[in-house]
């Protein structure tokens, strides 16, 4: 095993100077357009630029760890990566290397294994605030990831006028996986926490981020429990059957009681400076974490992203179940058809398709019927029109999300010709 991976890691290193011995236009970097890609999902006029924070949310419940201290709380640590619109100084590129690892930190089977990957952002570049401050976007992953699971739509994003930053939600990344509780727990708080925080300082002027975001101009994204915490944030409260569920398994504790419907904790909590969601894969409706009531109270424009075969979060009883729920949401539902539950990631590393690993490091990125680079720039494209309508205020881009029966020879709008098939995307309007 050790030999392993020190030649994964000497593959990884090479191949990392492979790519950056070459230009741009010779190499795929997540993100970059296939030929049939749709419009919007070409990059923006913003060059990008990348840092990392790390925040503390103090005084939190240490559920992974509840009744066996005096007082269960700590000090939740959260790093971020932030992508935002840059300035670049002469000579300087966009050309940045990822540090990421394959693994699972809580799976024997599945040893954490370092390796790099290439974006198109400058790190600590200097931001552009020529129009500032921009529309904040929040990043939440899933269980397990972390939060360069999706740089192909961070640095996309960045690239049209957004501060975007993406968490690693603690013992939920791939390094440091825990116990589910905190995951069921953490998520909707860490999200409210990385908020708040991006408004402190965006205040604060010793921080690169002071005068550079709007966050009463905020959208959530998230994926899989990613988009079981961003719905919840965004208004649609738990059931007490989940509660239930949490307490029998975190040692009696209530502390997931704060999120449910009819708490006031939860209604006090919902923030008007949400403008817009995009779950993709949300998990938790076949588990009952939502009943009508809860969905009810999920009032801001949503977009839903699902693969029509998700084995993890259910696409009938599971996202289409929230979807038709959510009866006070304007709301979308983007159906990859034959697709399962990875339709958010980047595309598989090289590293992933090494002999002798486990097949769910390759499958924690892929989909066995999609190339993952056409549903990146199919996300690029569809997110880029429905956050460009509530966070930008652009009417132009309501023409890019029209549902009505499209003939084979026009297909979805911005789409080239024959390139629109295997998707459906609806629409309902609030009742």
Not at 43 to 69: A, C
Not at 254 to 278: C, Y
Request: a negative charge; charged letters at 20%.
């Amino acid at each position: 095993m050790i030999l392993r991976i020190l030649l994964l890691t000497l593959f990884v290193s090479c191949h990392c100077q492979l790519i950056f011995g070459q230009s741009p236009e010779d190499t795929f970097v997540y993100g970059d357009l296939l030929p049939d890609a749709p419009d919007l999902a070409a990059r923006g006029d913003y060059s990008v630029g990348v840092q990392t924070i790390d925040l503390v949310h103090k005084d939190q419940i240490d559920i992974l760890n509840y009744g066996q201290g005096q007082d269960s709380l700590y000090d939740r640590k959260l790093r971020v990566e932030v992508w935002y619109p840059a300035q670049l100084a002469r000579g300087q590129e966009e050309k940045v290397v990822y540090d990421e690892v394959m693994g699972n930190a809580n799976s024997p089977d599945r040893p954490i294994i370092p390796f790099t990957f290439p974006g198109r952002a400058s790190r600590n570049a200097k931001p552009d605030r020529k129009e500032t401050p921009y529309p904040l976007v929040i990043v939440s992953h899933g269980y397990t990831g972390s939060r360069l699971l999706f740089t192909y739509l961070t640095e996309n994003l960045a690239s049209k006028g957004y501060v975007v930053v993406s968490i690693d939600h603690t013992e939920s990344t791939f390094r440091d996986a825990g116990g589910f509780t905190s995951t069921l727990l953490n998520r909707s708080l860490d999200v409210l926490l990385v908020l708040n925080e991006m408004a402190r300082l965006n205040e604060d002027n010793g921080s690169f981020l002071a005068g550079l975001v709007n966050t009463d101009l905020t959208a959530l994204i998230g994926y899989s429990m990613g988009g079981y915490g961003v719905i919840n944030v965004a208004g649609a409260g738990y059931s007490p059957q989940i509660g239930e569920f949490f307490r029998n398994n975190a040692g009696g504790s209530r502390a997931l009681e704060q999120r449910i419907t009819g708490n006031p904790d939860f209604e006090a909590s919902i923030d008007p400076r949400i403008k817009a969601v995009v779950a993709m894969a949300p998990w938790g409706m076949e588990r009952g974490v939502w009943n009508s009531e809860g969905l009810a109270g999920l009032k801001v424009p949503t977009f839903f992203i699902a693969g029509s075969e998700d084995d993890i979060s259910g696409y009938q009883k599971g996202i289409k179940a929230i979807y038709d729920g959510a009866v006070n949401a304007d709301r979308y539902l983007l159906t990859y058809l034959r697709a399962r539950h990875n339709i958010a990631p980047n595309p598989p590393p090289p590293e992933a398709l090494a002999a002798g690993l486990h097949l769910d490091e390759y499958l924690r990125y892929a989909d066995s019927v999609w190339d993952q680079r056409r549903i990146n720039n199919v996300n690029q494209h569809f997110i880029t029109a429905f956050l460009g309508m509530h966070l930008k205020g652009s009417k132009s881009y309501q023409s890019y999300l029209k549902t009505e029966e499209n003939t084979e020879e026009e297909g979805y709008p911005g789409f080239k010709p024959r390139t629109w098939v295997g998707i459906e995307l609806q629409h309902t309007s609030p009742e």
